[in-house]
Nanobody, 113 residues
Framework: EVQLVESGGGLVQPGGPLLLSCAAS????????MMWVRQAPGKGLEWVSG?????????TYADSVKGRFTIYRDNAKNTLYLQMNNLKPEDTAVYYC?????WGQGTQVTVSS
């Protein structure tokens, strides 16, 4: 059974950092590309970032987060990460990791003073 469990969300002040994690199980993590997607209150899903399989050499970002967020993976730990820096109130959302048709339960990120 494929499982994706996000963690690391919380309340942070504007300009602060957060590190999100997504622990994966039930599939061969290293051979799949992965992505982060978010949903802000009252809005639809927004793709945030993606990383290629294997060593994750290919990484892509939405323009809204480029230069502030970094996606990376640790295949030995079957874990996907999203390092978020210089957070803005508009980054407030539930963040989900995704592989193929599978989704985690999400982790809430709230950016507010």
């Amino acid at each position: 059974e494929v499982q994706l469990v996000e963690s690391g969300g919380g309340l942070v002040q504007p300009g602060g950092p957060l590190l999100l994690s997504c622990a994966a199980s039930g599939f061969t993590f290293s051979i799949y590309s992965m992505m982060w997607v978010r949903q802000a209150p009252g809005k639809g899903l927004e793709w945030v970032s993606g990383i290629s399989n294997g060593n994750g050499i290919s990484r892509t970002y939405a323009d809204s987060v480029k230069g502030r967020f970094t996606i990376y993976r640790d295949n030995a730990k079957n874990t996907l990460y999203l390092q978020m820096n210089n957070l803005k109130p508009e980054d407030t959302a539930v963040y989900y990791c995704n592989v193929d048709q599978y989704w985690g339960q999400g982790t809430q990120v709230t950016v507010s003073s």
